[in-house]
């Protein structure tokens, strides 16, 4: 399984970015796909997640209301659109591959893949 994500960048406090985390290696029926981040000097965090087959999702607190996870079956691909950025929100952001699921976990020690990471910085 490959992960590599997309978008990443500098932008301003209100602004918008979209990541996007291309998938391949296999089909993901059953997998769930996640985003994280780490920011310097703290722990990996939940940012958002959703199955790969149906609709369910999940959202960290801090990003509730202003960030959305969605997909596109077809393209292999998951995206996080990032609006109302603060400064807070600056970090390394990762999308990772749950293999054996149910629901959409939270825990990063529940993900089996993980991609390179790409770096968003907010500036205010």
């Known amino acids: 399984v490959q992960l590599v994500e997309s978008g990443g960048g500098l932008v301003q406090a209100g602004g918008s970015l979209r990541l996007s985390c291309a998938a391949s290696?296999?089909?993901?029926?059953?997998?769930?796909m996640g985003w994280f981040r780490q920011a310097p000097g703290k722990e990996r965090e939940f940012v958002a997640g959703?199955?790969?087959?149906?609709?369910?999702?999940a959202y960290g607190e801090a990003v509730k209301g202003r960030f959305t996870i969605s997909k596109d079956n077809a393209k292999k691909t998951f995206y996080l659109q990032m609006n109302s950025l603060k400064p807070e929100d600056t970090a390394v952001y990762y999308c990772?591959?749950?293999?054996?699921?149910?629901?959409?976990?939270?825990?990063?020690?529940?993900?089996?893949?993980w991609g390179q990471g790409t770096q968003v910085t907010v500036s205010s």
């Open positions: 959703i199955r790969w087959m149906g609709k369910d999702t």
């Open positions: 990772a591959a749950d293999e054996y699921v149910v629901g959409v976990p939270v825990s990063e020690r529940s993900y089996d893949y």
């Open positions: 290696g296999r089909t993901f029926a059953g997998y769930a």
